[in-house]
């Protein structure tokens, strides 16, 4: 079974503080995505990445930043975080073949004070 | 733009009962579209995925129907559980295949 793991569960931090959340896949997927989910909103695309070092902006990028140094491992920046960063945020693999599906972690429950 | 809506937003029904959740997508060029669940503060599980050439998927109980010409996909579920219960999302993936549009979900409630 394709696993998909987030350091957190839930977080707290405060406005200006630069937070990271990690995100580890152990199929081998090339592509990873970065999603928040906000109700009303559903989910929107922040970063996504089709291979090591590699990074393309999603629908909503601004605030944040990725780093893909690991083919296994993409990570999500927030350099100074606010309170309208307050979210969930979830992170997703799948294969470099084309048209397949994304393997969801459990989510990280940020909250910024 | 792509967009994609989910109908109804919420849904609440008796145990044992059959029950059609719609989406519609505004663009049929689509590489596939997909139903995922989630449940409460969790991540999404996929559910079914069916390629733009297919009509449709089975997976136990559950039915997804894909029709591109008039934009819109159905899920069905049979003999429905109280373990069913949670928001069911459809998502989208266009021609660049990299990206997925999803929808805002359906909210389902199976009452025992």
């Known amino acids: 079974d394709v696993k998909v793991t987030q350091s957190s569960r839930y977080l707290v931090k405060r406005t200006g503080e630069k937070v990271f959340l990690e995100c580890v896949q152990d199929m081998d997927h090339e592509n990873m995505f970065w999603y928040r989910q906000d109700p009303g909103l559903g989910l929107r695309l922040i970063y996504f990445s089709y291979d090591v070092k590699m990074k393309e902006k999603g629908d909503i990028p601004e605030g944040y930043s990725v780093s893909r140094e690991k083919k296994e491992r993409f990570s999500l920046i927030l350099e100074s975080a606010s309170t309208n960063q307050t979210s969930m945020y979830l992170c997703a693999s799948s294969s470099g073949t084309g048209g397949d599906t994304q393997y969801f972690g459990p989510g990280t429950r940020l909250t910024v004070l | 733009k792509q967009e994609v809506t989910q109908i109804p937003a919420a849904l609440s029904v008796p145990e044992g009962e059959n029950l059609v959740l719609n989406c519609s997508f505004t663009d049929s060029a689509i590489y596939n579209l997909q139903w995922f669940r989630q449940d409460p503060g969790k991540g999404l599980t996929s559910l079914l995925l069916?390629?733009?050439?297919?009509r449709e998927q089975t997976s136990g109980r559950l039915n997804a129907s894909l029709d591109k010409s008039s934009g819109r996909s159905t899920l069905y579920i049979a003999a429905s559980q109280p373990g069913d219960s949670a928001t069911y999302l459809c998502?989208?993936?266009?021609?660049?295949?990299?990206?997925?549009?999803f929808g805002p979900g359906t909210s389902l409630s199976v009452i025992p």
């Open positions: 069916i390629q733009s050439s297919q």
């Open positions: 998502a989208v993936m266009g021609t660049s295949y990299d990206k997925v549009i």
